[in-house]
């Protein structure tokens, strides 16, 4: 199937905005469609009677301590139906939620907690090899305040145990009382920015913009009242809220989620629960391309993938759709900015993969130069907008709020792109994503999109290697489909061979299992960028 046969205007989306909050939503749903699946985790369910029943219990349970409308309330839970219970229990006691990504490490989980000023931390009892109530302890210590640790196991079904300040604790109440609930313009959550260098930022987040950026969605993918969802991306971050948390909530569908992602788990899900619309950033669909499981599973349910996070690979976008049939879709944006364009099914490929797509009429999309003029006409610039789907900016965070807002209250993303007549952005490359060879800029994501196509690579991340003549070169880290090789030399062969300028040849190449990633799934530079580095202090200590 062609997958931009489907035009938008031939398929109605089947909601109507009427701007009701998920604790709302989930209660209708739980009348009209009880036992609907609203979500498949790795060896269970939840329906949408469970869902609103699980987060009634947690919910009443944190009425009942003294936290007070609008404290902060951390949650670190893996990537199961009980981590969004947990997020609406919090949104009925009308506390905000610091949602903390399931790989952050002990310093990151002190620091976000003590950066929202939490006043209770939702958990299961050891985390990533910590024992959490030990760490509570540890964290109170340092003057963190933390009144309240609520321990979880499993998914806060009916009969689970939950422990506060290590006793076993019940609810008086059946559920929280209405004048808790939130509204869809109250401060619901706070997630953190991917942390790849330093450690992260608090992003504000409210209800309103993910609904906005829903009906967005629903537009350019044209959902249907019989789609189901598989998202990949943990659970906090803007890409999961609106893949995971509040689409499939709004259009009242199942959606598929893990704790234990594989590329292996991901096509045996499509095919088991028959999948319409996957999301996963790029690096996830490369590697299901790169899994020796594809061919021996059936995919041809999949009619949409939403990815992003990174540049979409050209080649490998291409062969997602030839072999499943379904169209590869992106948003432009940011956890901060939310979306300020996309690609639709009306797009060509060309347009689909070649550019970020089209801008978002009610973003409001600017380019900005480096001194804060407006640039927009010149056609290339650092893209701001303005819009309903915007976050709040940064919690408790005025230095870094400066920063993030030009002087007329627009949003900056931190990119550099170009925009053409037909007002279709091209990501040229982050601010901050340049390795600089003896003065020349190199884009990093445009040699990942050079290495990537060579068939033997399933995912390649380029940083710059310190280089004492030219200041910086270009490193190319690379993951490998099994059975194969590759060396420096062929790269460059087959990047020559496709007339790859020379300034962005590699000029070192590390082949590795995995390439390491940050808590929302991206390439973790600031990792890579510190490997290479100890990787030449070695090489100079033993020369």
């Known amino acids: ?140 210590s340092q003057g963190l305040p933390l009144a309240h640790h609520i321990v979880v196991s499993g998914e806060l079904a009916a009969g689970e145990a939950i422990e506060v300040d290590g006793a076993p604790r019940e609810p008086d109440a059946p559920a929280p009382p209405r004048d808790r609930w939130m509204g869809c313009e109250d401060v619901f959550l706070l997630n953190s920015t991917s942390g790849t260098t330093g450690m992260p930022k608090c992003v504000v987040h ?92 059936d995919l041809c349910s999949l009619r949409a993938l939403f990815t992003g996070g990174e540049a979409v690979p050209y080649e490998r976008a291409a062969e997602f759709e030839e072999k499943t049939g379904a169209a590869v879709l992106q948003f432009y944006g940011s956890n901060e900015t939310g979306a300020l364009s996309r690609t639709t099914l009306e797009d060509s490929r060309e347009r689909r993969f070649g550019t970020a797509g089209r801008t978002i009429d009610s973003m409001q999309v600017r380019l900005y130069d480096e001194a804060g003029n407006d640039v927009t006409a010149s056609g290339r610039g650092m893209p701001a907008c303005k819009g309903p789907v915007l976050s709040r900016g940064y919690w408790n965070d005025d230095e870094a709020n400066s920063e993030l807002w030009t002087e007329d209250g ?38 990942e999109r050079y290495v990537g196509t060579h068939p033997n690579v399933i995912v390649a991340a380029a940083v710059a290697m310190p280089d004492p003549v030219f200041g910086e070169k270009v490193c190319v880290y690379a993951e490998v489909r099994p059975g194969t090789d590759l060396t420096l030399d062929s790269l460059i062969d087959h990047l020559r061979a496709q007339d790859v300028s020379t300034e962005s040849l590699p000029e070192r190449l590390i082949v590795i299992d995995e390439i390491p990633r940050s808590s929302g799934g991206k390439v973790a530079k600031a990792t890579l960028r510190a490997d290479i580095r100890r990787r030449l202090e070695s090489e100079t200590t033993q020369a």
């Open 1 to 140: 199937m062609d997958p931009t046969a489907l035009r938008i205007e031939d398929s109605a989306p089947p909601w109507e905005p009427d701007m009701k909050t998920l604790a709302e939503t989930i209660e209708r749903h739980a009348s009209e469609q009880p036992e609907g699946v609203a979500f498949y985790g790795d060896d269970t369910s939840m329906t949408w009677s469970e869902y609103a029943a699980r987060s009634d219990r947690l919910g009443a349970l944190l009425c009942e301590l003294d936290l007070s409308p609008g404290d902060r309330i951390a949650v670190v839970l893996p990537d199961g139906p009980g981590v969004h219970a947990a997020f609406v229990a919090a949104e009925k006691a009308g506390l905000i939620t610091m949602g903390i990504g399931p790989r952050a490490g002990r310093a990151e989980l002190l620091h976000l907690i003590g950066k929202s000023g939490a006043g209770a931390l939702i958990s299961l009892a050891e985390y990533r090899g910590l024992d959490m109530a030990a760490f509570v302890k540890d964290a109170r």
């Open 206 to 297: 409210h209800q309103a913009r993910w609904i906005h950026f829903h009906e967005i969605a629903a537009k350019a993918a044209a959902f249907r009242d019989d789609d189901v969802f598989l998202s990949v991306i943990p659970a906090p971050f803007g890409f999961g809220l609106w893949t995971a948390h509040f689409t499939p909530t709004l259009l009242g569908v199942p959606c598929a989620v893990t704790a234990r992602f594989t590329p292996e788990w991901m096509i045996e899900t499509i095919e088991r629960h028959r999948v319409t619309v996957l999301a996963a950033v790029s690096t996830q669909f490369v590697m299901l391309l790169g899994s020796d499981a594809l061919p021996k599973h």
């Open 410 to 447: 627009w949003m900056l993303t931190g990119d550099i792109a170009t925009l053409d007549d037909d007002s279709y952005l091209t990501i040229v490359g982050r601010a901050g994503d340049f390795i600089i060879r003896g003065g020349k800029n190199i884009s990093a994501p445009a040699v």
